[in-house]
């Protein structure tokens, strides 16, 4: 399995984005997803996972304002990111927990 994630950029407080992670292979849909994040001089923090269900969890720091999901016929995971904060800013990796599979991550910056 090989992650590639996209979306990422610079947005002002309060605003929105979407990530996009596309997978290889054929055994997407089996899979749990995670995403995570890495702040400048923090450590790599989970922020959502789903899993080939559809079950989903959040970091509590993203409740109620990220939404992760799937969409499995496009071998893709997405997070849907509102009310953008600053300290949400990071590069952001997308995961496959079972094979430890990382993508090379995408940069969010939100300006104050």
């Known amino acids: 399995v090989q992650l590639q994630a996209s979306g990422g950029g610079l947005v002002q407080t309060g605003g929105s984005l979407r990530l996009s992670c596309v997978a290889s292979?054929?055994?997407?849909?089996?899979?749990?997803m995670n995403w995570y994040r890495q702040a400048p001089g923090k450590q790599r923090e989970l922020v959502a996972g789903?899993?080939?269900?559809?079950?989903?969890n959040y970091a509590d720091s993203v409740k109620g304002r990220f939404i992760i999901s799937r969409d499995n016929a496009k071998r893709t995971m997405y997070l849907q990111m509102n009310s953008l904060k600053p300290e949400d800013t990071s590069v952001y990796y997308c995961?496959?927990?079972?094979?430890?599979?990382w993508g090379q991550g995408t940069l969010v910056t939100v300006s104050s």
């Open positions: 292979g054929s055994i997407f849909s089996l899979l749990t």
């Open positions: 789903i899993t080939s269900g559809g079950t989903t």
């Open positions: 995961n496959v927990p079972n094979f430890d599979v």
